[in-house]
C-alpha cells in the first residue's frame, strides 16, 4: 500500500444518473449537480462520503390541496 490519497478521495456516484460528484465535506444532505436527486450523505471518516439513500420529502410531494 502507498500513502499517497486516492485521486477519488471523497467522490461519491449518483445512484440515479451514476455521474460521480464531490459533496462538501461533513454534509449530511447533497444534490447532484447532474439531475437534480438530493441524497443523504454520511461519513466513514472525514475523507469517505457515502450515500445512504434519496431525501424522500424532495422526491415525492404531496399535491397542494385544493
Known sequence: M???K????GEVRCLNCF???YPQRGAER???PSCG??????WTTTQV????GPV???????????
Do not use: V
Open 2 to 4: 502507498t500513502d499517497k
Open 6 to 9: 486516492s485521486p477519488r478521495a
Open 19 to 21: 455521474e460521480r460528484f
Open 30 to 32: 447533497f444534490t447532484c
Open 37 to 42: 436527486i438530493e441524497w443523504r450523505i454520511s
Open 49 to 52: 462520503p457515502k450515500i445512504r
Open 56 to 66: 424522500w420529502e424532495k422526491l415525492y410531494r404531496k399535491p397542494a390541496e385544493k
